[in-house]
C-alpha cells in the first residue's frame, strides 16, 4: 500500500533553516508529481510547493517562495523541502502528498515550529 513518512520537522529559529523529508513507498515514485502542504490549526491546508515527477519543474506558493525549495531523489524515493530564512508564519504542521488513481495520499505530517 501506499505509505508517505515525513521528517525533518521541529523548532527553528526566525531566520533559520529546515529540511523536511518524506520516504515514499507502494507505488512508482518516479512517475508522479509529488508536493509539499502545511495546515495551521483553524485553517485550510494549503499547498506549499509540488515537483513534476522528473523534478525538472517546480512551483512554489507566494509565501515561500525564494525561501524554500523542493527536490526529489527518485533513487531513494524521498522528496524533500528545503526551508531557509524561515519566518514565525511558517509554523505549521507538513505534509507530504500524492494523488494518483483518483485519489489523494498523505503522510502523518511533521510539526514545524518557528519560535525565539
Known amino acids: 500500500q501506499v505509505q508517505l513518512v515525513e521528517s525533518g520537522g521541529g523548532l527553528a529559529q526566525p531566520g533559520g533553516s529546515l529540511r523536511l523529508s518524506c520516504a515514499a513507498s507502494?507505488?512508482?515514485?518516479?512517475?508522479?508529481?509529488m508536493a509539499w502542504y502545511r495546515q495551521v490549526p483553524g485553517k485550510e491546508r494549503e499547498l506549499v510547493a509540488s515537483?513534476?515527477?522528473?523534478?525538472?519543474?517546480?512551483g512554489y506558493a507566494d509565501s515561500v517562495r525564494g525561501r524554500f525549495t523542493i527536490s526529489r531523489d527518485n533513487a531513494k524515493n524521498t522528496v524533500y523541502l528545503q526551508m531557509d530564512s524561515l519566518k514565525p508564519e511558517d509554523t505549521g504542521v507538513y505534509y507530504c502528498?500524492?494523488?494518483?488513481?483518483?485519489?489523494?495520499?498523505w503522510g502523518q505530517g511533521t510539526q514545524v515550529t518557528v519560535s525565539s
Open positions: 515537483i513534476s515527477n522528473s523534478g525538472s519543474d517546480t
Open positions: 507502494g507505488f512508482t515514485f518516479s512517475w508522479y508529481v
Open positions: 502528498q500524492h494523488s494518483h488513481g483518483g485519489r489523494d495520499y
